[in-house]
């Protein structure tokens, strides 16, 4: 009888009365086995105050209610994707949405319900996983932020997938130890991509340039992650550079060169098909005509197979000492032999190589003067 007197004299009091006992009424709800109010027909007369005209009433609503852990799922679910300020009571206060819930008003929902769902206290995987792919930037980065947020390595690559060529979302990314190697990688891909793309880099350096040293800092970035990464986390990093287009031969030679032989090893069973367990076993010890027929069971052609196969043989067995007595690097070794035979190799390959002992030789010289200047200090 209570409930149906209210329902009567709601229809025709004012905004301010309604807001006031739309507050009592939920108050009531959520104390109803103290005063014995009858919960049935407090959920319809609350139902029916979803569609009062004033924000204020349903406000009122959803404040008396946030914290009722028996709160009716329906009308939180409802208050939840109402007004922004309503909304943000209902989604930050209640703990009666469940995931399938949160998923369904990220979905529907604008960006505004979907931020606020990216800044609960806690987010779990699933609900993380629905913001990370449908998500803009804001929302995106309210998640990373979010130390409550529980992403998945999954979520990490969309995410990094999606937005990462945003500065701030490739930053909160950067940051994170749980980011795969492989997403890391497609992270420092798109640096480059927008340095090489930028207007006053081009101009001091030219096109042909900027677009050269693009290329190999990013060949030298997928390296060092490379080298940083777990074992397991390599075959994912060696799959997206292959499908990038970027598993070439000058990145291969430079990481044989470098004595990346953990990714070289990983990319010529990705790009061969051949076990991993042979793959190791001819590289680490196998002959010229079995190494080169491994590397061109993974594409490489005869007229670059013979510098590679040298190449690793200088790594089954060093590449020896100079007049001096130091250790000669692989890379200048090999451009040595090249310089002897230059038949027996392509011009491209020739002018890689030396590039790769010429940089090596500069940084000897930077790393020279760096040591040389702190004794002098």
């Known amino acids: 009888m209570i409930i149906q007197a209210f329902l009567r004299w709601v229809e025709t009091a004012r905004t301010s009365d309604r807001a006031r006992a739309a507050n009592a009424l939920g108050r009531a709800y959520a104390q109803a086995e103290i005063n014995g109010i009858d919960r049935r027909a407090a959920e319809m007369a609350m139902t029916f105050l979803l569609d009062d005209p004033s924000p204020k009433v349903r406000h009122s609503l959803v404040d008396a209610l946030a914290d009722c852990p028996t709160a009716p799922r329906a009308i939180i679910k409802a208050l939840a994707e109402d007004q922004p300020e309503i909304a943000y009571v209902a989604i930050s206060r209640s703990a009666v949405l469940n995931d399938e819930d949160l998923v369904d008003i990220a979905a529907r929902g604008t960006a505004e319900t979907r931020a606020l769902i990216a800044a609960r206290s806690t987010v779990s995987r699933s609900v993380a996983a629905a913001i990370a792919e449908i998500g803009d930037e804001e929302e995106v980065l309210i998640l990373l932020e979010n130390p409550g947020a529980r992403l998945t390595q999954r979520s990490l690559r969309r995410i990094a997938g999606r937005l990462g060529h945003v500065a701030a979302v490739r930053d909160q990314l950067l940051s994170r130890g749980d980011l795969p190697s492989d997403a890391r990688q497609a992270l420092a891909e798109k ?187």
């Open 191 to 377: 640096v480059g991509a927008a340095l090489a793309a930028c207007g006053l880099v081009q101009a001091s350096i030219g096109h042909g340039r900027v677009q050269r040293v693009a290329r190999e800092a990013c060949d030298a970035a997928a390296l060092a992650l490379a080298a940083a990464a777990p074992h397991e986390e390599l075959p994912e990093m060696i799959g997206h550079l292959r499908e990038a287009g970027r598993l070439t031969p000058s990145l291969l030679l430079s990481a044989l060169c470098s004595g990346r032989t953990e990714f070289f090893s990983a990319a010529i069973v990705d790009l061969s098909g051949v076990p991993e367990r042979r793959v190791r076993s001819i590289l680490s010890g196998g002959r010229i005509h079995s190494i080169r027929a491994l590397l061109e069971s993974a594409g490489l052609g005869r007229e670059v197979s013979k510098a590679f196969a040298e190449a690793v043989l200088l790594c089954q067995g060093g590449a020896g000492a100079g007049a001096d007595g130091a250790p000669v690097s692989i890379a200048a070794e090999l451009s040595y032999r090249i310089r002897r035979k230059p038949s027996d190799v392509s011009h491209a390959i020739a002018e890689l190589v030396e590039r790769l002992a010429f940089d090596e030789q500069r940084q000897i010289a930077r790393d020279y003067a760096l040591l040389a200047s702190r004794q002098a200090a």
